[in-house]
């Protein structure tokens, strides 16, 4: 197969460890980088002992292309399209061990992989074969119209290379988002790789999420009666009931949804045959309109050792909060066969705010293994995934019983853990309070904010003013340095401590001064905020910089969306 020369950009020198988690993106993620694409799903794997030229190709193209012909795919039951998919690998395994003589060269590593389609309806899913070499990763896609294409790095610079026939539409592709980001991923430092949705199978949740999609998102999106953005609400519980219905394999069962909300997923899951009830302190305005009237009920729930869910399958925690580290508790007490799913948001223990234990890990992630702790103390074992849901907060515990241990033997363990730690719970109030830092006594806030500029201005690094002179724009600090400063000053945090996000939201609410992101603060260089008003050129507060930075502000009074004091 000849190669020509697309693009190439200069990275550096990287070490094999970088190539290979920038490849694994490719590899594993390809949603990453194609927006049709829900994600991969590996048919088979070898090593490949012949060089696969245009011949061998067509060869395994016409073995993918007689495999797609054979049978209507939408007939097929998921273990029929497996052995399928099983046959095919065999094919093609076979074709790629074939070696007609000793001249052939190790061609590396080579995947079969089946790209699963976002949306059926409009998009196929599609084979391609990836062979990952030393510093090289080849791409064919087999039933698609494209052309192989191949990532190289040599010489401190990374090459795309393509062979005959490439289109325009996958120029531009290769060219502005491959290139583009895999020559980023290359020198980053890359974390959260976690693979999502590994306790279901990709092909059937996505069939599933756009068969409930299609069925209830427009009607719901229309209808909505709440503050929050409908897109995203709706979308976002439209993932989790296809989650679980994948989950339970097309089981009915009966559940129980703790602090449910706006009530959407116990309406979707009711619609789907499901019996369960959702429980919340507060009744939403849309629980009146759900045409199929849910079993939603205005209820605090009160965690202690005689709170239990008899006759339930399944307990669920959709961002349930206070009753979180509850959750595999109530699940304990309710049955010995009682299964919970909860997905972790705001962090508690059993009577207040969690605390950190492990200095080393993030307090999101010591807070997720605290809770499967929990969990595998009520005897049961737990899974974790990540979901596709569009929230910041997208990992997921599953709880199933271990098996063979005692029931008694369980609860006694739990009820004696419980009794230990849960005296004092209270659940939250039932007006909910503004937690945005906005309630806080103006000085205290002042005190702050002029304090963390003065962390900032420590470092120098000078721009040029309007009209002459130099403006010193400061350093970059982490936020836990800052808050360790602020502490080491004297400055009181306690009335931060029950706001939403803290020191970080108090910075945030002064966008016009600081630039918070990725837990970094700098100061906000002056014109580069766009002011919240509908004409920027009507001013109507002081510039804050004129007041109070020691080199005035950067710009002039006429360049300023603030006014300048005479």
């Not at 193209?61 to 054979?70: A, I, L, Q, T, Y």
């Not at 853990?417 to 309070?433: D, H, I, L, N």
């Not at 006594?441 to 702050?448: H, M």
Request: include cysteine.
């Amino acid at each position: 197969m000849e190669w020509g020369a697309l693009s190439e950009k200069n990275i550096g020198q990287i070490s094999r460890d970088q190539w290979t988690e920038a490849s694994l993106i490719i590899i594993d993620k390809p949603q990453s980088l194609d927006k049709r694409v829900a994600g991969q799903i590996t048919i088979g794997e070898c090593q490949c002992m012949n060089r696969i030229n245009k011949e061998l190709l067509e060869q395994i193209k016409r073995v993918v292309e007689d495999n797609n012909s054979s049978d209507a795919i939408d007939s097929e039951t998921d273990s029929e399209q497996r052995n399928k998919d099983k046959s095919l690998w065999s094919k093609v395994s076979d074709l790629l061990a074939h070696r007609e003589g000793e001249d052939d060269c190790p061609a590396g590593n080579v995947k079969l992989q089946k790209l699963v389609s976002r949306n059926p309806g409009r998009f196929a899913d599609f084979y391609r074969l990836v062979i990952s070499g030393d510093f090289r990763l080849t791409f064919i896609n087999l039933d698609e119209d494209s052309v192989p294409y191949q990532l190289e790095y040599r010489d401190e610079k990374c090459y795309v290379s393509v062979s005959s026939n490439l289109k325009e539409a996958q120029k531009v592709w290769l060219e502005t988002r491959l290139m583009v980001r895999f020559s980023t991923w290359l020198t980053e430092t890359l974390s959260n790789q976690q693979q999502s949705l590994r306790l279901v199978d990709l092909e059937k949740y996505c069939r599933e999420y756009n068969r409930l999609k299609n069925k209830y998102a427009e009607d719901l999106i229309s209808n909505w009666k709440e503050s929050s953005d409908p897109e995203k609400s709706v979308h976002e519980d439209i993932g989790i009931a296809a989650y679980l219905t994948c989950l339970w394999e097309g089981s009915k069962v009966r559940f129980a949804d703790l602090g449910c909300g706006n009530g959407l997923l116990v309406y979707i899951l009711s619609g789907e045959g499901h019996k369960g009830t959702g429980y919340d302190l507060r009744k939403r305005g849309i629980w009146h309109w759900f045409p199929s009237k849910p079993d939603l009920k205005e209820q605090a729930v009160v965690p202690g050792i005689e709170t239990r869910f008899e006759g339930v399958d399944w307990i669920l925690g959709n961002h349930s909060d206070e009753l979180t580290p509850w959750i595999p508790v109530f699940s304990c007490l309710s049955g010995p066969s009682t299964c919970y799913w909860v997905l972790p948001c705001c962090p508690f223990d059993f009577t207040q705010k969690y605390q950190r234990r492990d200095a080393k890990e993030s307090v999101f992630r010591d807070y997720l293994n605290f809770v499967t702790e929990i969990g595998e103390l009520a005897g049961f074992t737990v899974m974790e995934d990540k979901m596709r849901i569009p929230s910041t907060k997208r990992i997921c515990l599953v709880g199933t019983p271990a098996g063979q241990e005692n029931y008694e033997a369980r609860k006694k363990r739990i009820l004696e853990f419980v009794t230990s730690k849960s005296k004092g719970f209270q659940p939250r109030e039932k007006v909910e309070r503004v937690r945005n830092c906005t309630q806080i006594d103006k000085e205290v806030i002042n005190s702050i904010v002029k304090l963390v500029v003065k962390i900032c201005l420590e470092a120098t690094k000078n721009l040029e003013k309007e009209g002459g002179g130099t403006w010193n724009s400061g350093g970059e600090f982490s936020l836990g340095d800052v808050i360790t400063r602020l502490q080491e000053n004297g400055v009181d945090l306690s009335k931060l401590k029950s706001e939403c996000g803290g020191v970080q939201t108090l910075l945030r609410n002064h966008r016009s001064i600081f630039h918070v992101e990725k837990g970094m603060v700098k100061l906000r260089i002056p014109g580069t905020s766009v002011p919240k008003v509908a004409n920027p050129r009507i001013k109507s507060k002081d510039c804050w910089f004129y007041l109070n930075h020691p080199d005035g502000c950067l710009l002039s009074d006429t360049s300023c969306t603030w006014i300048h004091p005479s």
